[in-house]
Structures are given as C-alpha cells and as structure tokens.
C-alpha cells in the first residue's frame, strides 16, 4: 500500500513526469540538462530528483563532476504501467537542451 502512496506522490507533479518522460526517451540525462530543458531552476530540479531517486523510481551515477540520472532497469508492475503511459507523451516534451559534460 505504502508504494501506491509514493507513485502517486511522484506523479502528482507535472515537473517529475516531465523529467520521467526525458528519461523514458533521452535514458540518460543530467541536472542541467533537465533545467535547460524544461526552464526550471537547479534547487527545483535537484530537488525533484531527490524525491524520485529516494522513492526508487530513478537511478544516479557520478561521473566526474556530472551527477547522470537514468530510469533503474527494474520497476514493480505498477510503475511499469505508469512508465508505459509517460512514455507515449514523451514525445511532445522538447528536445533536450545538452551541456557541455
């Protein structure tokens, strides 16, 4: 029950399904890139992706300087769902605006 909680606080926001949505079509991107992207300020972001990475539904690596954020390769049956249902809009979301990593 207490996951049906999460995944619905996580998608409760429309900034963290657009974020889950540049994932879902861009695989791997980092904090800058989100907030070049969707014209959102980097204490925003960073904090969004706090809250997604706590509850699981995204995954962080350090390369070099770059924290690059990605979707984990396994989800439970419900956020796959949800996954499934972003990833048809994902489309419509800008082109990633890249840095310079």
């Excluded at 904090?31 to 969004?48: I, K």
């Excluded at 997604?52 to 995204?58: C, D, L, N, Q, Y």
Aim: proline share 3%; net charge neutral; aromatic share 2%.
């Amino acid at each position: 029950m207490e996951n049906i909680v999460t995944v619905g606080k996580i998608l409760s926001d429309i900034n963290r399904v657009k974020i889950l949505g540049l994932l879902l079509r861009d695989k791997e991107l980092c904090v800058c890139e989100f907030c070049d992207t969707l014209n959102l300020s980097q204490p925003l972001v960073s904090r969004h992706l706090k809250q997604m990475k706590e509850s699981g539904m995204i995954a962080s690596k350090q390369e070099g300087k770059w924290v690059i954020y990605s979707l984990p390769d396994t989800q439970d049956q419900m956020v796959n769902c949800c996954l499934s249902e972003i990833k048809k809009a994902a489309d419509d979301l800008p082109r990633i605006i890249t840095c310079s990593r």
